[in-house]
């Protein structure tokens, strides 16, 4: 059994036998166990497939034209003979030239190379050979220039770079992504300056949940950082924060997040499992690693799970600084947020802006329910480019009073903090007041027209009932790559009068408020620089005496 | 007569000189064309390539020789030539029919310079057997 096992590795370990007998070569023959049409040296056919053929697809086989003498295989159709049949004859090809090969002593000569099959002694050597996106004939001296030029090199670059892979003391910072399938693959390292948000589902066992690495705390926070690349200097990855899910998906914050907590099999669940993690990681301008710290969602997984999905973040904060994500750079991108903010106190001294995540310009979400007085709260962002139009229905009733209504749909409308000020750019400091446009607020109000005179008459109650934000942009910048900026926003809100309601009676009114886009940009026109001119003047006394 | 020295030897040492430099400018130029339209790897070119240079340096001695052997009618340099005949021959051989690629010329010009060899080998035996008898 060994020896059969050998040979049958010596069979695979070379390639089968290339086919040189020229009667037995067929080129035509392409279907297999069938007989190809018009094929005159396919084994397949027989002598009634023959007589059907008009031609020979293939005429004559040779061997190497280049040899003195060769042997070649002749196929034809007699179509003289009833039925037509097919000639094959096997003739000796003389080449004439004198220069044609009389013998070889290599038997690769005229012959393609096969190919090396990889076993596991030969496959680095292969590897190496023919891994890389060009074929190198001599690995060994590629290796030595490489080496020869990192240590100058390694000085140098002491520092991080974006895209450089995060290396800590074992080797990479691993951020868990699906790579081609959704299964997590733990050896995608994260890049130095690339914030990336991945998900994946992970195979587990409620049996085996404290010996699943991918599981427990420790496999995320185990290894220290290296502040700089091939550096000694570690940065330890501290735990910011733990929030528990329960199994209804319901998230907790713990206050004390530094004790670690490992999973543990409690209950016929899998307590303490990592379902998520949020790496912060604060850099220098230098590009040198100073802190970095880990945000944990655990969660318990109960025994009908064979799958959990775990998401993982990683972010990138300069010190000292605010992140303030950009909405285009400098023009807006369709899509991301309209950034807004407010004046601090200090007119006619202006200070910078106040802009967060907390004081978008945002629109009323419509929900579910319908209801104005019930959905206060959920608020969609504008989005620059995309017009948006929401609404609810408000129920009055007879009971209801005017003015805590009217200042109500005002909040609907609006929102908690509807901002002053709306960025020009999608890149806009805080600090550039001039880079700032200024929400106008106008007020419009119906009035139906039979009721001018008894408005006149009975004091009139005016309640909110739709807003319009009309944001103007226009192109700016270059005629190639022309940039989005926003140069005028007005808000207009629509009031309504409220008739008093009969007791007992409620009336439905629609709610709404929208966001429109509208592009002012004036089209442009393409300038050329003029032509230089020839301005040629002859002296003013060139003709005399004749002028 | 009193000149022991052969005719047809001289005719046929000179003959081979000149037939000598057409030979190996034709069998250069021939491995050059091979090594561009074959596939000729460096490890065989090597040693086709010396034996055809190592035949030139064979070839002027041995021809020198036999034209002082003949001529001075003394039998030692004609041994001598003789001997270096007897290499080239082998070299010949060689080209013949151990060279990487044998073309249908190669074939042609060796087994030329191999008849002539060959005669001249005959005539040198029988210049010596006259000289020393």
Not at chain 1, 136 to 151: G, M, R, V, Y
Not at chain 1, 161 to 168: A, L
Not at chain 1, 259 to 288: K, Q, S, W
Not at chain 1, 490 to 516: D, H, M, Y
């Amino acid at each position: 059994p060994a020896d059969t096992l050998d040979a049958a590795q010596a069979r695979v370990r070379s390639a089968p036998a290339p086919v040189t007998d020229v009667a037995r070569l067929c080129v035509c023959d392409l279907l297999v166990a069938q007989c190809d049409v018009n094929c005159c040296c396919d084994p397949d056919c027989s002598a009634e497939d023959f007589s059907l053929f008009t031609t020979c697809s293939v005429p004559v086989v040779t061997g190497d034209s280049q040899l003195c003498s060769q042997k070649a295989a002749v196929y034809s159709l007699d179509v003289e003979a009833n039925p037509p049949e097919r000639i094959f004859k096997l003739i000796d090809q003389v080449n004439p030239s004198i220069f044609c090969i009389h013998a070889t002593n290599y038997e690769q000569a005229l012959y393609l190379k096969s190919p090396e099959i990889p076993t596991p002694e030969n496959f680095d050597q292969l590897l190496d050979k023919f891994g890389g996106a060009t074929f190198s004939a001599e690995p060994d001296s590629w290796n030595l220039d490489t080496d020869a030029q990192n240590p100058p090199d390694a000085n140098e670059t002491s520092r991080y770079e974006y895209g450089v892979p995060v290396q800590t003391e074992d080797a990479f910072l691993r951020l868990p992504s699906p790579v081609v399938s959704s299964w997590c693959s733990d050896a995608n390292p994260a890049g130095f300056l690339v914030n990336q948000a991945t998900k994946c589902i992970r195979s587990v066992s409620v049996e085996k949940c404290d010996s699943i690495q991918a599981l427990s705390m420790l496999f995320y926070i185990n290894s220290s950082i290296l502040a700089v690349p091939k550096s000694s200097q570690m940065v330890n990855i501290t735990v910011q924060s733990i929030v528990v899910q329960s199994l209804n998906g319901m998230r907790t914050l713990l206050s004390s997040s530094d004790v670690l907590r490992l999973p543990m099999v409690l209950d016929e669940l899998c307590i303490n499992a990592v379902f998520g993690v949020n790496y912060h990681i604060t850099h220098t301008d230098t590009g040198e690693i100073i802190e970095a710290a880990a945000a944990f969602v655990l969660g318990a997984i109960s025994k009908e799970a064979l799958s959990i999905e775990q998401s993982f973040e990683i972010s990138f904060t300069q010190e000292n600084t605010q992140p303030v994500p950009l909405s285009g750079n400098p023009g807006y991108v369709v899509g991301l947020p309209v950034r807004a903010g407010f004046q601090p106190q200090g007119y006619p001294f202006p200070a910078a802006f106040l802009s967060n995540k907390h004081s978008q310009l945002t629109i009323l979400q419509s929900t579910s329910t319908q209801d104005c007085l019930t959905a206060q709260g959920a608020r969609a962002p504008v989005l620059f480019g995309y017009n948006m139009i929401s609404g609810c229905k408000l129920r009055i009733t007879a009971a209801m009073k005017c003015q805590p209504l009217a200042q109500t749909l005002l909040d609907v409308l609006k929102g908690q903090s509807f901002p002053e000020y709306v960025a020009s750019f999608g890149n806009s400091q805080a600090q550039d007041v001039l880079d700032w446009v200024p929400i106008i607020q106008l007020h419009i109000s119906e009035q139906a027209d039979n009721d001018i005179i008894s408005h006149t008459l009975q004091s009139s109650c005016q309640i909110p009932v739709s807003l319009a934000i009309e944001v103007k942009w226009t192109k700016y910048g270059s005629l190639v790559n022309p940039q989005a900026r926003i140069v005028n926003v007005t808000a207009t809100i629509t009031s309504t009068t409220l008739k008093q309601l009969p007791s007992g009676r409620e009336k439905i009114i629609p709610i709404t408020s929208s966001v429109v886009f509208t592009d002012i940009s004036s089209p442009a026109e393409p300038s050329y620089k003029a032509w230089p001119t020839i301005n040629i003047k002859l002296p003013f006394d060139f003709f005399y005496p004749f002028v | 007569s009193s000149q022991l020295s052969s005719l047809p030897l001289q005719i046929l040492l000179y003959v081979n000189g000149i037939y000598y430099v057409f030979y190996f400018l034709a069998t250069l130029a021939m491995i050059i064309y091979k090594s561009q339209v074959f596939s000729y790897p460096d490890d065989l070119l090597a040693p086709d390539l010396a034996v055809l240079f190592l035949m030139a340096i064979l070839e002027v001695p041995r021809l020198y020789l036999g034209f002082k052997g003949n001529l001075t009618e003394a039998e030692a340099p004609l041994g001598l030539s003789l001997g270096l005949t007897v290499g080239s021959v082998v070299l010949c051989v060689y080209l013949l029919l151990w060279q990487t690629y044998v073309l249908w010329a190669d074939v042609l010009l060796n087994s030329v310079l191999l008849s002539g060899y060959g005669l001249e080998s005959g005539l040198k035996v029988m210049a010596i057997a006259a000289f020393v008898s």
